[in-house]
């Protein structure tokens, strides 16, 4: 049976996370947000080092646990639980932290332990998209050829977030064109290593903070123990069905930890519409009938259904995560909905809150502008429709997916 009562070794975090967003994050939010600059802002050192001194927000998974419906205090549970409140401080500052990188999941998703050990503590990118390949996996370009001990990378990546800071990159890339999606491996790349360039860094309208890079690899050599998982191509076609739904675990870990960034983009939304409307005397009364609220009143009530609605979701996928249960459309169902709750929740309050919403006199409109990419990347609502849609009429989940 599911419980999603989130135990007390995940909820006890909950108000050093939060202390540590309002009294970390906020201050210096506004100021990176306007710099949009390519260096690491120097206060998260100081910054990660005191969250990793107050037990940090990953929890190691045990390895080889069987499945069970008890409610584990699972590495995705917690991952969620202090991502939400973490972004309820600044998503941007959440995704720029030493050690916190996208591509730190798709190694818990797919490296074996002895590779998670080997690697150590990670800051990893992951890069998945190309000039020619978003969401159509069989499109990939990007090759990794055996050269005796070492794996020589040849392509070109775009839109890889922290790919400019980040000290490691988990690449997307295939062995053999021919095979399309089935032949596509991950590979964990050390920055510097020679061959591999960020040739530049996005500007964009939200998470101006963390950066977008665009990396080339030419002739890029790495170890040949640093691929991800099974080396080997599938024979045939079932087993290589088998083999690149293994891949795609990634984004069945990834995309509820992207989820919970909409989360926090949504609560700190929500909270600040709440405490502006107080100074104008103006408090939501949960009491009151549905036929006596007033507009803005059934706004903020919708707003925090849906919220709840999304919030489930994701900690269902987490969960099911956890326990080992296949998850990949409950995975897309959280994202789908909370990518989409996320930014209507944001645009709402800015709405509700007029020229203070709009205007740089608090962070709403921040919020609103970050809030758009998490309804994008990790997959577009019209990706997570396909693949749930897929799942439900039994025809699989490997039709696509868009890079973070």
Same mark, same amino acid.
């Given at each position: 049976?599911?419980?999603?009562?989130?135990?007390?070794?995940?909820?006890?975090?909950?108000?050093?996370?939060?202390?540590?967003?309002?009294?970390?994050?906020?201050?210096?939010?506004?100021?990176?947000?306007?710099?949009?600059?390519?260096?690491?802002?120097?206060?998260?050192?100081?910054?990660?080092?005191? #969250?990793?001194?107050?037990?940090?927000?990953?929890?190691?998974?045990?390895? $080889?646990?069987?499945?069970?419906?008890?409610?584990?205090?699972?590495? $995705?549970?917690?991952?969620?639980?202090?991502?939400?409140?973490?972004?309820?401080?600044?998503?941007?500052?959440?995704?720029?932290?030493?050690?916190?990188? #996208?591509?730190?999941?798709?190694?818990?998703?797919?490296?074996?332990?002895?590779?998670?050990?080997?690697?150590?503590?990670?800051?990893?990118?992951?890069?998945?998209?190309?000039?020619?390949?978003?969401?159509?996996?069989?499109?990939?370009?990007?090759?990794?050829?055996?050269?005796?001990?070492?794996?020589?990378?040849?392509?070109?990546?775009?839109?890889?977030?922290?790919?400019?800071?980040?000290?490691?990159?988990?690449?997307?890339?295939?062995?053999?064109?021919?095979?399309?999606?089935?032949?596509?491996?991950?590979?964990?790349?050390?920055?510097?290593?020679?061959?591999?360039?960020?040739?530049?860094?996005?500007?964009?309208?939200?998470?101006?903070?963390?950066?977008?890079?665009?990396?080339?690899?030419?002739?890029?050599?790495?170890?040949?123990?640093?691929?991800?998982?099974?080396?080997?191509?599938?024979?045939?076609?079932?087993?290589?069905?088998?083999?690149?739904?293994?891949?795609?675990?990634?984004?069945?870990?990834?995309?509820?930890?992207?989820?919970?960034?909409?989360?926090?983009?949504?609560?700190?939304?929500?909270?600040?519409?709440?405490?502006?409307?107080?100074?104008?005397?103006?408090?939501?009364?949960?009491?009151?009938?549905?036929?006596?609220?007033?507009?803005?009143?059934?706004?903020?009530?919708?707003?925090?259904?849906?919220?709840?609605?999304?919030?489930?979701?994701?900690?269902?996928?987490?969960?099911?995560?956890?326990?080992?249960?296949?998850?990949?459309?409950?995975?897309?169902?959280?994202?789908?909905?909370?990518?989409?709750?996320?930014?209507?929740?944001?645009?709402?309050?800015?709405?509700?809150?007029?020229?203070?919403?709009?205007?740089?006199?608090?962070?709403?409109?921040?919020?609103?502008?970050?809030?758009?990419?998490?309804?994008?990347?990790?997959?577009?609502?019209?990706?997570?429709?396909?693949?749930?849609?897929?799942?439900?009429?039994?025809?699989?989940?490997?039709?696509?997916?868009?890079?973070?």
């Amino acid at each position: 049976m599911i419980n999603l009562e989130l135990p007390t070794s995940i909820t006890s975090k909950d108000t050093l996370l939060r202390q540590f967003s309002l009294d970390g994050f906020r201050p210096i939010s506004r100021k990176y947000d306007d710099l949009e600059q390519k260096e690491m802002p120097e206060e998260l050192y100081a910054l990660a080092d005191l #969250l990793k001194a107050g037990g940090g927000v990953r929890k190691k998974k045990p390895a $080889n646990e069987p499945a069970s419906d008890e409610n584990k205090n699972g590495s $995705n549970m917690n991952m969620i639980n202090a991502s939400q409140q973490l972004c309820w401080g600044d998503v941007g500052l959440f995704l720029a932290m030493p050690t916190i990188g #996208l591509g730190n999941a798709a190694v818990d998703a797919v490296a074996s332990p002895e590779q998670k050990e080997a690697f150590g503590e990670l800051f990893a990118a992951m890069a998945i998209t190309e000039p020619g390949a978003g969401s159509d996996s069989a499109a990939i370009r990007t090759t990794a050829t055996l050269d005796g001990d070492e794996w020589v990378l040849n392509g070109e990546k775009i839109f890889v977030t922290d790919g400019y800071r980040s000290k490691q990159v988990v690449l997307w890339a295939t062995l053999d064109k021919s095979l399309g999606k089935a032949a596509i491996k991950s590979f964990l790349v050390p920055k510097g290593t020679p061959g591999m360039t960020v040739v530049r860094t996005e500007k964009k309208m939200g998470l101006r903070i963390s950066d977008t890079a665009q990396i080339v690899f030419d002739n890029c050599r790495i170890p040949k123990a640093n691929i991800l998982g099974n080396p080997e191509i599938a024979k045939n076609a079932e087993e290589r069905k088998k083999a690149f739904g293994g891949v795609m675990q990634t984004f069945d870990n990834t995309r509820p930890l992207v989820a919970a960034q909409a989360l926090g983009v949504a609560r700190a939304s929500l909270d600040l519409t709440q405490d502006l409307l107080k100074e104008k005397e103006i408090e939501l009364d949960y009491s009151k009938g549905y036929w006596n609220l007033s507009a803005v009143e059934n706004d903020l009530m919708e707003m925090e259904a849906d919220f709840e609605a999304a919030r489930l979701l994701i900690y269902k996928a987490a969960w099911m995560a956890d326990n080992k249960h296949p998850n990949s459309k409950e995975a897309s169902m959280s994202k789908a909905k909370a990518g989409r709750m996320g930014n209507a929740v944001a645009l709402k309050c800015v709405e509700i809150c007029g020229q203070l919403g709009y205007s740089k006199a608090d962070l709403l409109e921040k919020f609103a502008r970050d809030s758009k990419i998490i309804d994008i990347y990790e997959g577009t609502q019209q990706i997570q429709q396909l693949i749930i849609a897929r799942q439900v009429l039994g025809k699989g989940s490997s039709a696509g997916f868009l890079s973070a």
